[in-house]
């Protein structure tokens, strides 16, 4: 029971180069707006064709170039949850899940069997607009689980919701995803909502997916700075490796990494929350000037100029309790220290 | 007083509103789905009988159905049928006038159409067909519903191209129209009248009809379950 695509497709000016392979877990597909990742999923879904490549579910082959393999949607078994859940305005709840159950003589009990199990019997009869948001996704979610797919594949599945309606929606699909024996996609730009409920992350930068990641890899040593910053990862830098230490020419600083530095290291990255205050002229520290204070709801977001930095050099940003940030003795001055644990080496 | 036109106007313009229905939804659903160049082209060619004077219309239809000419003789050795000057030809004229309506509201109506629900619908394992007739057709209702309002109403107030390809037999071509302005040629101002007035009151009724229509759909809208 495995998922592996590898596919190609031109659209406009865009490429998109997409390869993975997932098994029988729920995998994020993690990157910015506009980076291919719901193109990836209707090429999956058989909605799009790809230029070239392959794609393989469970042994049965859905696209193959070379093959001159192309599935039609109707014979993937790929389930497809929308953006805006795509629920047949003209039908009821029950019509909406009885459309998806193709054999006529276990219509009725398969749609009775999910309007019980995702609590809809109460709304059956009613038709989609009528529903609350979080209907509308059971609806959705019943609706392609009566078509028995082998893989589920969610685009977005919470863009168009506020934050309070979505963190309970997310809770509830959890639960369902869990009782699914097949592989899941979903496609994501939100790297909370990936950490929550994903097991595994391939992450996408400008049409290219760049390899699968665990959580841990991607969260706490992430390789490349597209999967740094999509791990929430603030400050960059040019790096030169010289020893257990890296060059910064730009902050013109070198600060120690306590381990051999690999020799492709091109890039550090320090998240914003573990550029700490520190006592003056500690080992390790260096002095900077504060350019910008930023109140934000929690946090307060200093914005910080090495003393030995270019002109042009990027400002280091500092994020830290307000109570912190209030107890600093000069405001305008700050010794600061990196651990060398929380340098991020990156190619 | 002699009511076959209204008899002859209402079955042309039902026939043809049939016709018109299937053709102008058939031409809206694949011409949608063409590349830019040929959709524009095609465009054009469909909608022009909308602007073009109906006497243009009837002339191209007698040059093409003529007794002497390629189809109209065709139509004359293979089936020994006429195909103009009987109560039937003026259905021709009325699909060509009627059919712009119908392909225009039906376009619209695809366009404007999320596709992602047909997408679902496929992805759910279920045909072309089945999205097309028991989605993509209901949820385009309204606009369905205009198109054929639309061109019904069209091919029954039809006149000049078919007082060109039809003429005015009465008895046997005569429609509604024709029979106003044959009467008003002859200075049957009273038998005129009385048409006018047959001729105001079905197309009030249709509008009431239609407006009906609107109402209790807008109504079933809000009160929601059926």
């Excluded at chain 1, 309606?165 to 592989?183: I, R, S, V």
């Excluded at chain 1, 490349?224 to 791990?231: F, G, H, I, M, Q």
């Excluded at chain 1, 040019?238 to 091109?266: M, N, Q, Y």
């Excluded at chain 2, 109506?109 to 992805?123: I, V």
Aim: charged content about 20%; some cysteine; aromatic content about 8%.
């Amino acid at each position: 029971m495995a998922l592996s695509v590898d596919i190609k497709k031109q659209l406009g000016d865009f490429c998109l180069e997409t390869s993975f392979t997932v098994e029988n877990t729920v995998l994020a597909l993690l990157g910015a707006s506009g980076c291919g990742k719901s193109v990836t999923l209707r090429c999956i879904a058989g909605i799009l064709t790809p230029d070239e490549g392959k794609i393989v579910l469970d042994g049965t082959v859905l696209y193959d170039s070379a093959a001159r393999i192309d599935l039609p949607p109707q014979k993937r078994q790929v389930g497809y949850l929308f953006q805006q859940y795509a629920l047949f305005p003209n039908m009821t709840v029950r019509q909406n899940i009885a459309a998806a159950v193709r054999d006529r003589a276990r219509r009725q009990t398969v749609t009775a069997e999910k309007l019980r199990q995702f609590q809809l019997e109460a709304v059956a009869d009613q038709k989609p607009w009528q529903l609350s948001g979080g209907q509308q996704q059971r609806t959705a979610l019943a609706r392609i689980l009566a078509s028995k797919p082998k893989a589920i594949l969610l685009d977005e599945p919470f863009s168009a919701l506020d934050s309070y309606l979505k963190y309970q929606l997310e809770a509830e699909l959890a639960e369902t995803l869990e009782q699914f024996p097949g592989t899941v996609l979903w496609v994501s730009h939100d790297r909370g909502e990936v950490f929550r409920n994903c097991r595994q992350v391939c992450v996408m930068d400008q049409g290219r997916s760049q390899g699968l990641f665990t959580l841990r890899e991607l969260f706490h040593e992430p390789v490349t700075e597209a999967a740094a910053r999509l791990s929430g990862c603030k400050n960059y830098a040019d790096a030169v490796p010289a020893g257990s230490a890296v060059s910064l020419p730009e902050w013109g600083l070198t600060l120690d990494c306590g381990k051999p530095i690999p020799p492709d290291i091109r890039r550090i990255g320090v998240r914003a929350h573990h550029v700490a205050l520190s006592a003056p002229h500690a080992p390790g520290a260096f002095p900077c000037d504060v350019l910008r204070v930023v109140q934000d709801v929690f946090n307060t977001i200093v914005l910080l100029r090495p003393e030995t930095a270019a002109p042009d050099a990027p400002p280091l940003r500092m994020e830290l309790s307000r109570e912190a940030w209030y107890a600093a003795a000069d405001k305008r001055h700050v010794w600061i220290a990196i651990q060398p644990r929380d340098i991020l080496l990156l190619k | 007083m002699d009511w076959y036109p209204l008899f002859n106007s209402l079955r042309i313009a039902a026939i043809s509103t049939v016709a018109v229905f299937f053709l102008g939804i058939a031409a809206a659903h694949y011409i949608a789905k063409l590349p830019r160049l040929a959709k524009g082209v095609l465009d054009v060619v469909l909608t022009l009988p909308l602007v073009l004077p109906p006497t243009v219309v009837g002339w191209l239809l007698l040059v093409l159905l003529g007794p002497k000419r390629p189809v109209g003789a065709w139509a004359q050795s293979t089936f020994g049928i006429k195909l103009v000057m009987t109560w039937w030809s003026a259905i021709f004229a009325t699909v060509v006038v009627a059919f712009p309506l119908m392909y225009r509201t039906a376009r619209g109506a695809f366009e404007s159409f999320d596709q992602n629900l047909a997408d679902a619908g496929r992805t759910l394992g279920r045909s072309n067909t089945w999205v097309f007739w028991r989605v993509q057709m209901p949820v385009c209702r309204q606009g369905i519903l205009a198109g054929t309002v639309l061109a019904f109403a069209r091919a029954l107030g039809e006149y000049g191209a078919t007082s060109m390809i039809a003429g005015y037999t009465p008895g046997r071509t005569a429609t509604i129209s024709t029979t106003v302005y044959q009467l008003w040629r002859t200075n049957d101002d009273a038998g005129a009248l009385r048409w006018v007035l047959v001729n105001v009151a079905i197309s009030a009724v249709f509008l009431l009809a239609v407006n009906l229509l609107e109402t209790r759909q807008r109504q079933a809208r809000k009160g929601g379950v059926r």
